[in-house]
Protein backbone atom coordinates (compact mmCIF):
# COMPACT_ATOMS: atom_id res chain seq x y z
CA UNK A 1 0.00 0.00 0.00
CA UNK A 2 1.33 3.67 -1.11
CA UNK A 3 1.77 5.40 1.72
CA UNK A 4 0.24 8.96 1.73
CA UNK A 5 -0.89 11.59 4.20
CA UNK A 6 -3.97 11.82 1.68
CA UNK A 7 -6.52 9.82 3.17
CA UNK A 8 -5.98 10.98 6.83
CA UNK A 9 -6.32 14.63 5.24
CA UNK A 10 -9.08 13.48 3.01
CA UNK A 11 -10.90 11.63 5.98
CA UNK A 12 -11.04 15.18 7.98
CA UNK A 13 -12.02 17.20 5.47
CA UNK A 14 -14.93 15.24 4.76
CA UNK A 15 -16.05 14.16 8.53
CA UNK A 16 -15.40 18.12 9.26
CA UNK A 17 -17.67 19.20 5.85
CA UNK A 18 -20.40 17.08 6.94
CA UNK A 19 -20.47 18.12 10.77
CA UNK A 20 -20.37 21.73 9.18
CA UNK A 21 -23.31 20.92 6.86
CA UNK A 22 -25.51 19.78 9.88
CA UNK A 23 -24.41 22.01 12.49
CA UNK A 24 -22.81 25.16 11.52
CA UNK A 25 -25.80 27.32 11.01
CA UNK A 26 -27.60 26.55 14.09
CA UNK A 27 -24.35 27.15 15.26
CA UNK A 28 -24.16 30.52 14.05
CA UNK A 29 -27.96 31.13 14.75
CA UNK A 30 -27.67 30.59 18.47
CA UNK A 31 -24.20 32.10 18.81
CA UNK A 32 -24.77 35.40 17.78
CA UNK A 33 -28.23 36.12 15.52
CA UNK A 34 -30.52 34.29 17.90
CA UNK A 35 -30.69 37.07 20.43
CA UNK A 36 -30.67 40.20 18.96
CA UNK A 37 -33.87 38.46 16.81
CA UNK A 38 -35.49 37.35 20.22
CA UNK A 39 -35.36 33.74 19.04
CA UNK A 40 -33.40 33.31 22.35
CA UNK A 41 -33.30 34.92 25.51
CA UNK A 42 -30.74 37.59 26.43
CA UNK A 43 -28.87 35.97 29.12
CA UNK A 44 -28.65 32.84 26.98
CA UNK A 45 -24.67 33.77 25.80
CA UNK A 46 -23.88 35.19 29.29
CA UNK A 47 -21.19 33.95 31.51
CA UNK A 48 -23.16 32.08 33.81
CA UNK A 49 -25.14 30.37 31.57
CA UNK A 50 -22.48 29.06 29.47
CA UNK A 51 -20.48 28.39 31.98
CA UNK A 52 -22.83 26.21 33.57
CA UNK A 53 -23.93 24.58 30.15
CA UNK A 54 -19.97 23.88 29.70
CA UNK A 55 -19.65 21.97 33.20
CA UNK A 56 -20.45 19.02 31.43
CA UNK A 57 -17.66 16.65 30.53
CA UNK A 58 -19.48 14.98 27.83
CA UNK A 59 -20.48 18.74 26.51
CA UNK A 60 -16.92 19.72 26.61
CA UNK A 61 -15.39 16.42 24.56
CA UNK A 62 -18.50 17.32 21.90
CA UNK A 63 -17.79 20.59 21.44
CA UNK A 64 -14.14 19.97 20.83
CA UNK A 65 -15.00 16.92 18.20
CA UNK A 66 -17.37 19.20 16.55
CA UNK A 67 -15.22 22.37 16.08
CA UNK A 68 -11.54 20.82 15.92
CA UNK A 69 -13.42 18.63 13.14
CA UNK A 70 -14.71 21.91 10.99
CA UNK A 71 -11.61 23.98 12.07
CA UNK A 72 -9.62 21.37 9.82
CA UNK A 73 -12.04 20.93 7.00
CA UNK A 74 -11.84 24.81 6.76
CA UNK A 75 -8.22 24.64 6.88
CA UNK A 76 -8.00 22.03 3.62
CA UNK A 77 -10.72 23.45 1.58
CA UNK A 78 -8.74 27.01 1.96
CA UNK A 79 -5.37 25.30 1.06
CA UNK A 80 -7.27 23.84 -2.26
CA UNK A 81 -8.44 27.06 -2.84
CA UNK A 82 -5.78 29.20 -2.53
CA UNK A 83 -4.40 27.39 -5.91
CA UNK A 84 -7.58 28.21 -7.47
CA UNK A 85 -7.01 32.08 -6.49
CA UNK A 86 -3.86 31.75 -8.52
CA UNK A 87 -1.62 31.05 -5.46
CA UNK A 88 1.00 28.22 -6.82
CA UNK A 89 3.10 28.36 -3.42
CA UNK A 90 0.91 25.10 -2.05
CA UNK A 91 3.52 23.38 0.46
CA UNK A 92 3.69 27.36 1.93
CA UNK A 93 -0.30 27.79 1.93
CA UNK A 94 -0.49 23.80 3.38
CA UNK A 95 2.02 24.96 6.43
CA UNK A 96 -0.01 28.07 7.08
CA UNK A 97 -3.55 26.82 7.29
CA UNK A 98 -2.77 23.60 8.75
CA UNK A 99 -0.93 25.18 11.22
CA UNK A 100 -3.65 27.61 12.33
CA UNK A 101 -5.76 24.56 12.56
CA UNK A 102 -3.84 23.12 14.59
CA UNK A 103 -3.39 26.33 17.05
CA UNK A 104 -6.97 26.28 17.20
CA UNK A 105 -7.32 22.79 18.36
CA UNK A 106 -4.93 23.57 21.10
CA UNK A 107 -5.81 26.69 21.82
CA UNK A 108 -9.55 24.61 22.41
CA UNK A 109 -8.26 21.93 23.81
CA UNK A 110 -6.42 24.45 26.64
CA UNK A 111 -9.49 26.27 27.27
CA UNK A 112 -11.69 23.36 27.66
CA UNK A 113 -9.18 21.78 30.32
CA UNK A 114 -9.03 25.15 31.79
CA UNK A 115 -12.97 25.54 32.10
CA UNK B 1 11.77 18.45 -35.07
CA UNK B 2 11.82 20.34 -31.93
CA UNK B 3 8.01 20.41 -30.37
CA UNK B 4 7.09 24.08 -29.44
CA UNK B 5 7.53 24.62 -25.63
CA UNK B 6 4.10 24.54 -23.81
CA UNK B 7 4.02 27.80 -22.14
CA UNK B 8 0.90 28.05 -19.44
CA UNK B 9 -0.81 31.45 -19.72
CA UNK B 10 -1.09 32.93 -16.21
CA UNK B 11 -4.38 32.08 -14.57
CA UNK B 12 -6.54 35.38 -14.84
CA UNK B 13 -6.77 36.37 -10.83
CA UNK B 14 -11.16 37.11 -12.14
CA UNK B 15 -11.75 33.42 -13.96
CA UNK B 16 -14.35 32.63 -11.38
CA UNK B 17 -16.77 35.75 -12.97
CA UNK B 18 -16.12 34.31 -16.29
CA UNK B 19 -19.57 31.66 -16.39
CA UNK B 20 -22.12 31.27 -13.75
CA UNK B 21 -20.95 27.54 -12.63
CA UNK B 22 -17.38 28.77 -11.93
CA UNK B 23 -18.78 31.45 -9.39
CA UNK B 24 -20.80 29.21 -7.78
CA UNK B 25 -18.25 26.89 -7.42
CA UNK B 26 -15.98 29.93 -6.04
CA UNK B 27 -18.24 30.31 -3.50
CA UNK B 28 -18.56 27.03 -2.57
CA UNK B 29 -14.66 26.92 -1.72
CA UNK B 30 -14.73 30.15 0.42
CA UNK B 31 -17.53 29.36 2.25
CA UNK B 32 -14.50 27.39 4.13
CA UNK B 33 -13.14 31.10 4.81
CA UNK B 34 -15.77 32.15 6.48
CA UNK B 35 -16.95 28.93 8.13
CA UNK B 36 -13.32 28.44 9.49
CA UNK B 37 -13.69 32.34 10.77
CA UNK B 38 -16.56 31.91 12.79
CA UNK B 39 -15.09 28.73 14.13
CA UNK B 40 -12.05 30.69 15.38
CA UNK B 41 -13.88 33.17 16.71
CA UNK B 42 -15.80 30.25 18.82
CA UNK B 43 -12.74 28.65 19.83
CA UNK B 44 -11.37 32.33 20.94
CA UNK B 45 -14.92 32.90 22.79
CA UNK B 46 -14.43 29.37 24.60
CA UNK B 47 -11.03 30.79 25.52
CA UNK B 48 -11.88 34.08 26.73
CA UNK B 49 -14.79 32.06 29.12
CA UNK B 50 -11.89 29.77 30.23
CA UNK B 51 -10.24 32.82 31.57
CA UNK B 52 -12.44 34.99 33.45
CA UNK B 53 -15.95 36.55 33.33
CA UNK B 54 -14.37 40.02 32.36
CA UNK B 55 -12.64 38.90 29.50
CA UNK B 56 -15.50 36.78 28.78
CA UNK B 57 -17.55 40.19 28.82
CA UNK B 58 -15.46 42.28 26.71
CA UNK B 59 -15.15 39.39 23.58
CA UNK B 60 -18.87 39.39 23.75
CA UNK B 61 -19.61 43.01 23.50
CA UNK B 62 -17.43 42.63 20.27
CA UNK B 63 -19.11 39.56 18.83
CA UNK B 64 -22.72 41.49 19.58
CA UNK B 65 -21.44 44.64 18.15
CA UNK B 66 -22.32 45.78 14.81
CA UNK B 67 -19.09 44.27 12.68
CA UNK B 68 -19.63 41.06 14.82
CA UNK B 69 -23.57 41.03 13.82
CA UNK B 70 -23.01 41.85 10.03
CA UNK B 71 -20.04 39.14 10.26
CA UNK B 72 -22.19 36.49 11.59
CA UNK B 73 -25.13 37.47 8.89
CA UNK B 74 -22.51 37.00 6.26
CA UNK B 75 -21.00 33.63 7.75
CA UNK B 76 -24.51 32.19 7.90
CA UNK B 77 -25.33 32.25 4.35
CA UNK B 78 -22.21 31.05 3.67
CA UNK B 79 -22.80 27.97 6.38
CA UNK B 80 -26.44 27.16 4.90
CA UNK B 81 -25.16 27.55 1.13
CA UNK B 82 -22.10 25.15 2.48
CA UNK B 83 -24.92 22.81 4.04
CA UNK B 84 -27.12 22.86 0.11
CA UNK B 85 -24.04 21.93 -1.68
CA UNK B 86 -22.84 19.40 0.70
CA UNK B 87 -26.17 18.04 0.25
CA UNK B 88 -26.38 18.27 -3.26
CA UNK B 89 -23.60 15.70 -3.76
CA UNK B 90 -24.64 12.86 -1.26
CA UNK B 91 -26.77 10.69 -4.36
CA UNK B 92 -22.87 10.86 -5.86
CA UNK B 93 -20.25 9.85 -2.80
CA UNK B 94 -22.38 7.63 -0.90
CA UNK B 95 -25.27 5.90 -3.13
CA UNK B 96 -27.62 3.96 -0.98
CA UNK B 97 -29.30 0.80 -2.46
CA UNK B 98 -32.14 -1.17 -0.68
CA UNK B 99 -32.68 -4.81 -1.40
CA UNK B 100 -30.71 -4.41 -4.78
CA UNK B 101 -32.44 -1.05 -5.71
CA UNK B 102 -31.09 2.20 -6.26
CA UNK B 103 -32.89 4.79 -4.14
CA UNK B 104 -33.47 8.18 -6.11
CA UNK B 105 -30.50 10.54 -5.89
CA UNK B 106 -33.83 12.98 -4.52
CA UNK B 107 -34.74 10.87 -1.53
CA UNK B 108 -31.06 10.63 -0.21
CA UNK B 109 -31.01 14.20 -0.61
CA UNK B 110 -34.25 14.66 1.71
CA UNK B 111 -33.06 13.10 3.83
CA UNK B 112 -30.39 14.55 4.53
CA UNK B 113 -32.00 17.50 4.75
CA UNK B 114 -34.35 15.71 7.15
CA UNK B 115 -31.93 15.26 9.53
CA UNK B 116 -30.10 18.75 9.18
CA UNK B 117 -33.66 20.13 11.14
CA UNK B 118 -33.30 17.08 13.63
CA UNK B 119 -29.69 17.85 14.58
CA UNK B 120 -30.71 21.78 14.44
CA UNK B 121 -33.77 21.30 17.04
CA UNK B 122 -31.34 18.68 18.94
CA UNK B 123 -28.60 20.65 19.36
CA UNK B 124 -31.52 24.24 20.23
CA UNK B 125 -33.01 22.00 22.71
CA UNK B 126 -29.70 20.43 24.14
CA UNK B 127 -28.79 23.79 24.56
CA UNK B 128 -31.78 24.88 26.86
CA UNK B 129 -33.65 26.84 24.20
CA UNK B 130 -37.74 26.18 23.65
Known amino acids: ?115 | MTRRPYLQKPQRFGWWFRQARYTRYMLREVSSLFIGAYTLVLIVGLYRLSQSQVAYESFLANAMGTFGMLFAIVALCFAIYHTYTWFVVTPKAMPIAIAGKRLPGAAIIAGHWAGFFIASALVWWLAGGN
Open chain 1, 1 to 115: MASSHKPIVWGLFAAGGTVAAFLMPVLILMTCLAIPLGLLPADFLSYDNLIRIMQNYLTRLIVFGVLVLITWHAAHRLRITAHDFGIRADTAMAILFYNIAMAGTLLLGYALITL
